[in-house]
């Protein structure tokens, strides 16, 4: 009698796998691929370059290029898990403690600042470092512009800074009206083309102003998604985040996309049903970060399907469970 075989992630073929298409930045997006590169390669990640703070911001002001620090993440996030990559990884990772000029930059942010500065561009220089890394699937640009994340509140005035918005110090009770880009940026060709080619584009987890929508403001980018045939899915953030989302529900989130995405156009959109433990919403709580309300009867006038799942890992910060979203996303990738 013929063994069952084991229920494991199936081995990538880029011919028969669908192909999948991740746009966003930071560590959701990084979250993501981590656990999406366990089932297929055919992955693409357009990574936001709107970084203006940190490590990135500091060689986007010395050297004029793209900032690389959500780029790095998703290579990281991609790099093959072969043994003989994994000091690789680590060399990514590795941010310095000290050495004057070095101090808080990290290894990767360096590297592809002087890979930038060798292939002529930053499109090239994280391509390059791809290969060098061995990635599962695609990392690129949104944009090769360089391009500065403007937030205008309710009250008229500005921020300026993609990092000034995430962590605002001033104005912080005031909402945010919308964002925009100056000067306009416009869309990398090849993600136009690999979002044209896509079967599942999925936006989040990520904040919403400074990781996600910032995607959509860059010309052609939302274009290319509405034309596109491709499922599209929207994985809500599990916390709210003060001075950007504050006493935002699952819709609120949704409707928020929707005024770059044409109505209705989300296929699927993953909301959360996980309690948290006291313990840890206490130290959410002093940040004024509390957990997103999944209201369904309003996320159903919006997006054609909603998935509530347990989709969190219990640990002491409050996350994604990279494996069971990804499972979930490959599973809705092959839905009929």
Do not use: W
């Amino acid at each position: 009698m013929a063994q069952k075989r084991k229920n494991t992630p199936s081995s990538s073929n880029k011919n028969s796998d669908p192909h999948i298409v991740v746009i966003g930045g930071g560590t959701g997006i990084h979250g993501l691929l981590r656990g999406l590169k366990k089932y297929t390669d055919n992955i693409t990640a357009i990574v936001t370059m709107m970084d203006s703070g940190g490590s990135s911001g500091r060689l986007r002001d010395e050297f004029g290029h793209l900032p690389p620090g959500d780029s790095r993440q998703a290579l990281v996030a991609l790099t093959n898990d072969d043994r003989s990559l994994l000091i690789l990884r680590q060399l990514f990772n590795y941010r310095f403690a000290k050495g004057e000029g070095l101090e808080g930059h990290s290894f990767g942010n360096l590297f592809l600042t002087a890979l930038t500065e060798v292939t002529g561009g930053a499109d090239k220089a994280i391509a390059q470092a791809g290969r060098i890394l061995g990635i599962k699937g695609k990392v690129m640009p949104v944009t090769l512009t360089s391009s500065n994340l403007v937030a205008r509140l309710e009250d008229g005035s500005e921020i300026v800074g993609e990092t000034n918005i995430d962590v605002r110090k001033e104005k912080v009770n005031i909402p945010i009206d919308y964002v925009y880009l100056d000067p306009k940026a416009y869309a990398y060709a090849p993600a136009i083309e690999e979002i044209a080619k896509a079967d599942i584009v999925v936006l989040g987890p990520g904040d919403l102003y400074t990781s996600i929508i910032p995607n959509l403001l860059v010309d052609g980018i939302a274009e290319a998604i509405n034309f596109s045939k491709a499922k599209k899915v929207y994985a809500c953030n599990l916390m709210t985040k003060h001075g950007e989302s504050d006493n935002f529900k699952a819709s609120d989130f949704i409707r928020e996309i929707h005024n770059y995405l044409e109505d209705g156009s989300i296929d699927y959109a993953i909301l959360n049903k996980s309690s948290f433990p006291e313990k840890i919403l206490k130290r959410y709580s002093k940040e004024l970060a509390f957990p997103v309300e999944s209201d369904l009867a309003e996320c159903e006038k919006m997006a054609k399907n909603i998935l509530v799942k347990d989709l969190v890992i219990q640990g002491t910060l409050i996350r994604h469970d990279e494996g069971k979203l990804a499972r979930l996303i490959i599973n809705i990738a092959s839905r009929k």
